[in-house]
């Protein structure tokens, strides 16, 4: 695993798809004096992801994937990964699903975050499942990547309760209220303490 020794920061990259506030997040993360990583690259599935502006925002390199041949276009993803040294790569709201032969190659060093506690409710349309089974708690996961959907080593999670008035929407906000927490915690776990 990728280990931040304290002097180098690590070098990532955050895919996203569209309105991307945990990008925002993790880069406002990335600028404090004590975080040990650092965001290179936005690699955005969506040429209309709102979440792009922060790359300008921020001025940090950004390019869009047009995802038409997904052959061709990871082997682009890869050279701009090569291009920008590359150490990890953070999935936020990437509504791709990421090849095998792509995920092998950075075996160990890709993470996504998920609106549900895993392995509970992999896939889309989290919420609205958690509030149709009448879970009390619902919440996020920050995970490895694996070759299957949803899957992979479990980082960190955290529980939010849901309220007997919950819509889909209400819950969604205030999971990703908490994702905002969760997901530099997770990131600073795993390059401290592999
Ligand atoms: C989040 O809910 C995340 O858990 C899921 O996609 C959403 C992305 O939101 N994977 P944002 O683009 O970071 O605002």
């Known amino acids: ?23 925002k997040n993790l880069i406002k993360f990335s ?46 993803i890869l050279k701009e990964l090569r291009n920008y040294k590359i150490n990890i790569i953070c999935l936020a709201g990437f509504m791709k699903i990421l090849s095998k032969n792509f995920i092998k190659k950075f075996k160990g060093k890709i993470i996504n975050i998920h609106p549900s506690l895993l392995p509970k409710y992999k896939g889309l349309n989290t919420y609205q499942r958690a509030i149709d089974n009448k879970d009390k708690y619902s919440g996020c ?21 849901i309220f007997k008035k919950d819509t889909a929407q209400i819950l969604a906000k205030r999971i990703l209220k ?3 927490l ?3 915690r997770a990131l600073k776990k795993i390059l401290t303490n592999p």
């Open 182 to 184: 969760l997901y530099p």
């Open 31 to 76: 600028l404090k004096k004590k975080s040990n990583f650092k965001i290179n690259l936005i690699i955005s599935s969506n040429s209309k992801a709102k979440g792009l502006n922060y790359a300008i925002k921020y001025g940090i390199k950004k390019k869009v994937i047009n995802y038409v041949d997904i052959s061709f276009s990871e082997k682009k």
């Open 141 to 161: 996961t920050v995970h490895y990547v694996n070759v299957k959907l949803d899957s992979g080593k479990i980082i960190l999670q955290k529980k939010v309760r």
């Open 1 to 23: 695993m990728i280990k931040s020794d304290g002097f180098k920061k690590v070098n990532i990259a955050v895919f996203i798809s569209g309105t991307g506030t945990n990008l």
């Open 178 to 180: 908490q994702e905002h």
